[in-house]
Structure formats: C-alpha cells, structure tokens
C-alpha cells in the first residue's frame, strides 16, 4: 500500500478577503440522499482493505486522535511520498531513533503492512510527537497539524537532497505583489505556500459556489484602502493599491484548506458548514485568468490534477472528528479511513464531505489533496 502526507514550509495563512461572516444557507437537498449514503458505506466495510497491495490498515484512536491519524493516512497512501520516507538515513543511536519523526512515521508504516490486525496503535510516533512539543489528548486542526508534522518531518530528514525533494513534492510557488494605484509602480515577493487557505466567501460577503469559485476569489487582488494604505517608493507617501498574488509553481501534492472555521466575537470557533462542491479533478489551466498567474510560470501545461484526498470533519468545531477519504494511487478506489476502521467507498460517498448548512453535525472536506495527473 502506499501513504502519503505533507505540506510545504513557510507556509502562511493568507488573508486575502476579510473574515467570512456566519450567514444562513439553504443547500439542503442532498440530505437524505447522504444519509443513506453514509449507512451504505458502512455495508462494504473491508475491515483492513485487503485488497490494496498489502492491506491498508487502520490506527487506533489513542484518544482525540482521529486527526493525527487521518493525516498519517493521507501521507502513508501517497507513494510519492513514501519513497522519499523509504530512503531516510536511520538515526543513529537508540535515543536519536526514538525522537526522530520520520523515522518513526517510517517504523509505523512497516509496522502496518507486516500486521495481520485490522488497525495497530501509532504510540511510539505519538510519543515522539509530543517531544516535539505536539500534545496528544488535545483536539486539532488538521491544517495547522499537517502544517506542524510536515515541519518535523523536513527539518529532521538529514540528507538535503531528500528533503529539497520532500519541498518540492509539497511546496506551492506564489509571486506576492503590491501595485500603487497612483502611479501603478509594483513591488514584488517570491513565497512557499504549503497550503492554499481558501476562503468560503467572497470579499463582498457572498457565499462562494465550488471550489473552482473559491480558488479564483483566492487569486483576485484586493484594494488597500485608508487605514490599509501602504507607503509607495515611488510616489513617497502612503497610497491606495491593489495587494495579490499570482501562481508561479504547483507541487506533484497540493493541499487546499477550505477556510471553514473562523473566530466569532474572538472568542470561540464557529464552523461554516454549508456545501461547497469540489470535483475529481482541476485544470488551473481552466480555473485561473492569466493575470492570476506568473508571467514565467513553467509547467502551466501539466496544472492538471486529479482529486487523491479528502480529509473530512464532522461535529462542531469545538468537538468533532476527523477521517481521511483517500483514493489509491494503486488501485484508483477510494477508501474512508476512520481511525481503526478502514472501508471501501464509492464516490458518491466522497461528494456526501461537500457539507449542508441544515446538518452542522454532517461531515464536511477540510483539506482537499489533489495529485498532479502527470507526475515529474
Ligand atoms: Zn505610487
């Protein structure tokens, strides 16, 4: 079996349309349908997907540790990754083995395909965690925790090469700019994303309608105005100006980060939970106008992706779960991996994560892992 994980470095939450508000949708009609949907799912369960090369195997939760797993799964199912974990250098030393976090992600997956079990429990990679300042018992954001893992996983893979590999297999290439309206001078940035944060609503409020609407509001600029103004070099005074980005590289993995929970009043987290359909597979060819993209931007050819992950929540943002719905780069089905318990499920299944505003218990996609079509 494969398992994939991972997200770029330096990666930032960009905020390019303020703080969605809480508003009351009505995309309820594909309720029921889901429902059902869900209680069939459970019908073809597998208990350990023995059908995938070796068996996909499940991993106990070991309390609050239904995100922690889903990402594992998600890193553990993506091949591209897994050949890069296969080559680490073993640390040396019995010390050094114990808090290596690759290391012990590459321990775990060995330990999955030898079992016989339908799920093993991931403790020595837990304990490892928390060394490493990432608490278990404790409730995550998967963003933030992939974020946090794939930063342990780079900074402590010794050969450069290998990480340099890891980079790019994860790393999303944006220009930042900044353009006075006055006098139209630009200054600009290189940055890494290890995510794309999108937003659930434009900058006028609007509910956005697929994630192809989502990904575009996420490249238009916005207007800098009054207290936001920014100094221009040119003009030597604070001035009104257009602030955005523009794609310049894609990785083999891309994770998008549906933006749907937010701070209300600052005080506690609200979850946005209204449908936001996403496809199986993305052309930014498509989706992007050239503006949105770099000049030089390479490779725009191969901006072809086929959906590969569905990382999904369900409950409120303060108290709920996660599984990861994964489709196998070895035998194109998708499988739910719901900590110990991993099925096959259908597609249909995989649309019942687009979320419904009537149901804020229903599951709904968080992180959305696309594969590029044509691998580098
Ligand atoms: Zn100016």
Redesign the pocket.
């Known amino acids: 079996m494969g398992q994939r994980f991972g997200c770029p470095e330096n990666s930032r939450k960009l905020e390019l349309s303020p703080n969605p508000s809480m508003r009351k949708e009505e995309d309820g009609e594909e309720s029921r349908e889901q429902a059902v949907k869900r209680g069939g799912k459970q019908l073809r369960a597998l208990h350990g997907v023995a059908d995938l090369n070796n068996g996909a195997i499940g991993l106990y939760n070991m309390g609050l540790s239904c995100c922690l797993n889903s990402l594992l799964q998600v890193f553990f199912m993506n091949t591209h990754f897994t050949v890069i974990l296969r080559r680490i250098r073993v640390p040396i030393g019995h010390a050094e083995q114990k808090k290596s976090v690759p290391y012990q992600m590459l321990l775990l997956l060995e330990q999955m395909q030898r079992s016989k079990q339908r799920a093993v429990y991931p403790q020595e990679l837990a304990h490892c965690l928390t060394v490493h300042n990432l608490k278990l018992f404790v409730q995550y954001d998967a963003a933030q925790l992939f974020l946090s893992l794939w930063n342990l996983i780079k900074n402590q893979i010794t050969d450069w090469e290998l990480a340099d590999r890891l980079t790019r297999l994860y790393t999303i290439r944006v220009q930042e700019y900044l353009i006075?309206?006055?006098?139209?001078?630009e200054t600009t940035r290189e940055s890494n994303m290890l995510t794309l944060p999108l937003p659930m609503f434009n900058s006028s409020s609007q509910r956005l309608k697929t994630l192809e609407d989502s990904l575009h509001c996420f490249f238009q600029p916005e207007q800098l105005t009054d207290n936001n103004m920014c100094l221009?070099?040119?003009?030597e005074?604070k001035?009104s100006?257009l602030q955005g980005m523009r794609l310049t590289c894609l990785p083999q993995t891309l994770t998008l980060h549906l933006k749907r929970f937010y701070f209300k009043k600052s005080t506690w987290t609200q979850k946005i939970s209204y449908s936001l359909p996403f496809s199986q597979s993305l052309d930014f060819n498509q989706i992007l106008t050239q503006e949105q993209c770099h000049p030089d931007a390479k490779e725009k050819a191969d901006w072809q992706y086929d959906l590969f992950a569905v990382v999904a929540h369900s409950g409120l943002a303060s108290c709920g779960h996660y599984c990861a719905y994964i489709r196998s780069l070895t035998d194109c089905r998708w499988y739910c991996f719901n900590d110990s318990s991993v099925c096959q499920v259908s597609w249909d299944d995989v649309k019942s994560t687009y979320g419904n505003s009537r149901f804020h218990w229903g599951e709904t996609a968080y992180l959305l892992v696309y594969m590029r079509k044509n691998p580098q």
């Not at 221009?232 to 003009?235: G, L």
């Open positions: 006075c309206e006055k006098c139209s001078f221009c070099e040119q003009c005074r001035t100006c």
